[in-house]
């Protein structure tokens, strides 16, 4: 079991930047694709960003390509994400989930595939 404590989130006008992290307990963070989620007010939880177990492997949800970044450190225990160039629809609660199950190269980014969440970060851009 691994449990996942987000940080970073903030209040930042827009075209700023923020960087989100996620600390994992256990000893076993390697063996978890990790990916990161967000949820704004009366909208469903959609996906942002994926990295694989050894991070060789990322992939990101088409409005926020090019834009953010997500990376691991697994010596540490984290994930982090990356968010430049930040917009008001950015706006909404940040999580970090991790995927128990994923082939060692798979990014996943089905919410239902991941085992364990955050307790999510607050993240506010304004215009």
């Known amino acids: 079991q691994v449990q996942l404590v987000e940080s970073g989130g903030g209040l930042v006008q827009a075209g700023g930047s923020l960087r989100l992290s996620c600390a994992a307990s256990?000893?076993?963070?390697?063996?978890?694709?990790m990916g990161w989620f967000r949820q704004a007010p009366g909208k469903e939880r959609e996906f942002v960003s994926a990295i694989s177990k050894s991070g060789g492997t990322t992939y990101y949800a088409g409005s926020v390509k090019g834009r953010f970044t997500i990376s691991r450190d697994n010596a540490k225990n984290t994930v982090y994400l990356r968010l430049n160039s930040l917009k008001p629809e950015d706006t909404a609660v940040y999580y970090c989930?991790?995927?128990?199950?994923?082939?060692?190269?798979?990014?996943?980014?089905?919410?239902?595939?991941?085992?364990?969440w955050g307790q999510g970060t607050q993240v506010t851009v304004s215009s």
């Open positions: 989930a991790a995927d128990s199950r994923a082939a060692a190269s798979r990014v996943v980014s089905n919410v239902g595939e991941y085992d364990y």
């Open positions: 256990g000893r076993t963070f390697s063996s978890y694709a």
